[in-house]
């Protein structure tokens, strides 16, 4: 079974400042890793994705992860924030080809001017 | 645009009735997952169908049901719908990829906006 803890269910930061957003996940086969963006009324759109292949994935809009097998964790950063980067962030985890993918409970990003 | 559609993007109903959302996959996509969005209880993961077959289960109530059609379109059914079933209710689509290829999916539809009053 798969899960995944966001640590922080809001974060600020001030525009111009490095971005942090929190994943750890469990799971009893090899993950495949998620971060989803989802703007105010809005669906969800990928982020960046980690299938087994390098460990430091990058993705659009400038954000990236790592993916940490010892700490299991894939944190998602992005060296400076902009405004429009204010949304919610999902984490998320699927056991593989064709799995089901388990959501965390988000983490809300807001900007400081 | 992810090329999944779902339809309707926004229902208002009323308290013990029935609805149908439905969701068209990618095309060539043939697993199909069903999610709800509300506030209290996050994104949770419904049910899962692929090729016609229930593939997974997740939280998903006894008064919801779904199925998946030859061509591969989706129907979620709620009935007896309480206020607290007031949700988006997102689809997503995947299909077959290669492993290691780094074509992972699934993509995710716009969802429809439930409101039950």
């Known amino acids: 079974a798969q899960s995944v803890t966001q640590l922080g269910s809001h974060v600020s930061v001030s525009e111009g400042a490095l971005v942090l957003l929190r994943c750890n996940y469990s799971s009893s086969v090899p993950p495949y890793l998620f971060w989803y963006v989802q703007y105010p009324n809005q669906g969800l759109q990928l982020l960046l994705k980690?299938?087994?292949?390098?460990?430091l994935v990058k993705g659009i809009n400038g954000f990236e992860a790592e993916f940490k097998k010892s700490e299991t964790s894939f944190h998602l950063t992005k060296p400076s924030a902009h405004m429009s980067d204010a949304a919610e962030y999902f984490c998320?985890?699927?056991?593989?080809?064709?799995?089901?993918?388990?959501f965390g409970k988000g983490t809300r990003l807001h900007i400081l001017p | 645009d992810s090329g999944v559609t779902q339809t309707p993007k926004h229902l208002i109903t009323a308290t013990g009735q029935r609805v149908t959302l439905r969701c068209s996959p990618r095309s060539g996509d043939l697993s199909v997952y069903w999610y709800q969005q509300s506030l209290d209880q996050g994104l949770q993961f419904l049910i899962q169908y692929y090729n016609g077959e229930e593939r997974a289960k997740g939280n998903i109530l006894e008064r919801f049901s779904a199925q998946q059609f030859p061509d591969l379109h989706s129907e979620l059914n709620l009935s007896s719908l309480e206020l607290g079933d007031s949700a988006l209710y997102f689809c997503?689509?995947?299909?077959?990829?290669?492993?290691?290829?780094?074509?992972?999916?699934?993509?995710f539809g716009p969802g429809t906006r439930l409101t039950v009053l």
């Open positions: 997503a689509s995947s299909g077959n990829w290669v492993e290691g290829s780094g074509n992972i999916r699934p993509f």
């Open positions: 998320a985890v699927s056991g593989g080809r064709d799995d089901k993918i388990i």
């Open positions: 980690y299938t087994s292949a390098a460990t």
